[in-house]
């Protein structure tokens, strides 16, 4: 038999969400009369906007023709989405450093988090927000750059701590760092970042020879004026960040799966010899090997995204799903708990403040009111005795299980 990567075994049996759906479906085999209300994995529930729905049909007609037939299309992604995202999210902002030929477009970002991983060295040294989303450790893990468990947590990552104590927004770190996982809108605490805060890490990349790698999946949600939208915002972030994007929360693609990274043409790195090489030429090296380009008709529906009607219909559609966590934030900060995020994201992060193990206040909650939640410890030692809900669901669905925790909290 072959020898297998050793790394698999390090890491836990089963991914956070996978563990979490386990659970929640053996609660629904135990009772199958009981009703269960998803609120913990963050995937939506609004269906696909009539314009995008309209320029994929427009795209399936086009693949059924001989004369307008798509195959294997650029990897980087088609030019008529680079050229819309470049303008509308990036030029129309006043970050006119982003051009389409720093814009590849992807099958989404969870899995450009894990692919960055093959255009830096294996000796980098990675810092990780605590809590985090599980997939940068998980990767690392993989990649062989996050050492052994140790007490819950990662003998060669740097664990960059966030809590209450401030304001979820991490410090720099003591040690040098070379890669750096920012998330903001973050997941799991929904909490984001302002302009001062963020110039800091750009400020750090800089001085230390760092990248950032900032996932701002949930950018459509920011309705805060002053919160960061885009690391680019800051000035000289293109010459040290790497952005990833998508559409699955922005437009309900988590389906159809569709996103993007920005990797500047000023960012640089170095070769072991001392060469230097632009990490744009890198990717896009990686990609045109490792990936043949997401599909023709996902594409299409991305660019309907751009047009005047699908704008408006992201900003119903993430205006809907803030309403869910505020609904939520509202019901939980009701009972005593106290909740965090929800204003700029769709996640709502609580804590009981009784010290209870978060797997136990999901299971508490899914026995005793029948919805789930993700256990807060899923997402690092920073997220024990928490909870991460999810505005993702309908507003019949949050509005339902926020009732049932009132009015059995207080009967």
């Not at 809590?131 to 003998?155: F, H, K, M, Q, T």
């Not at 993700?374 to 991460?388: D, L, N, Q």
Request: hydrophobic share 35%; glycine share 10%.
């Amino acid at each position: 038999m072959i020898k297998v990567n050793n790394n698999f075994q390090l890491l836990p049996v089963s991914y956070l969400f996978s563990e979490v759906g386990r659970k929640v479906a053996a609660f629904r085999s135990e009772n199958p009369d009981r009703e269960v209300i998803r609120m913990d994995i963050g995937d939506v529930t609004r269906p696909l906007f009539p314009s995008v729905i309209s320029a994929m049909h427009e795209a399936v007609d086009e693949l059924g023709s001989a004369e307008r037939f798509h195959g294997y299309g650029p990897e980087q992604g088609y030019a008529f989405l680079r050229d819309a995202i470049a303008e509308f999210d990036y030029y129309q902002r006043g970050l006119v450093n982003i051009e389409a030929a720093d814009i590849f477009v992807s099958d989404g970002a969870k899995s450009d988090i894990g692919n960055l991983g093959d255009i830096y060295s294996r000796e980098c040294k990675v810092a990780v927000m605590n809590p985090a989303y599980p997939v940068y450790v998980d990767d690392s893990v993989i990649d062989g750059r996050a050492g052994i468990p140790e007490n819950g947590l990662w003998s060669n990552l740097i664990y960059l701590d966030c809590d209450p104590e401030n304001n979820f927004l991490p410090s720099l770190p003591v040690e040098k760092a070379d890669v750096i996982f920012l998330c903001f809108p973050n997941n799991p605490t929904g909490e984001a970042i302002k302009h001062d805060e963020l110039k800091k890490w750009v400020e750090y990349a800089h001085a230390n020879g760092s990248l950032i790698i900032f996932d701002s999946a949930y950018e459509a949600f920011v309705r805060q004026p002053g919160v960061v939208r885009s690391i680019y915002e800051i000035e000289g972030a293109d010459e040290v960040a790497i952005e990833i994007r998508s559409f699955s929360k922005t437009a309900g693609f988590t389906g159809l799966r569709c996103g993007y990274t920005v990797v500047p043409r000023n960012l640089k790195g170095v070769y072991s010899d001392g060469a230097e090489v632009a990490l744009n030429t890198l990717w896009n090296r990686r990609q045109t090997t490792k990936f043949n380009g997401a599909s023709y008709v996902a594409q299409k529906g991305a660019s309907a995204v751009y047009t005047p009607e699908g704008r408006e219909d992201v900003k119903r559609a993430t205006d809907y799903y803030l309403g869910n966590a505020s609904i939520i934030r509202k019901a939980l900060t009701e009972i005593g708990f106290k909740a965090f995020g929800g204003e700029n994201s769709p996640y709502v992060w609580a804590t009981s403040g009784t010290g209870e193990d978060s797997w136990k206040v999901f299971g508490d909650l899914l026995q005793n009111y029948g919805f789930s939640t993700t256990p807060g410890s899923g997402f690092g030692s920073k997220g024990e005795g928490y909870i991460r809900l999810t505005g993702f669901n309908s507003r019949e669905n949050t509005e339902r299980a926020m009732e049932r925790l009132i009015k059995e909290k207080f009967q």
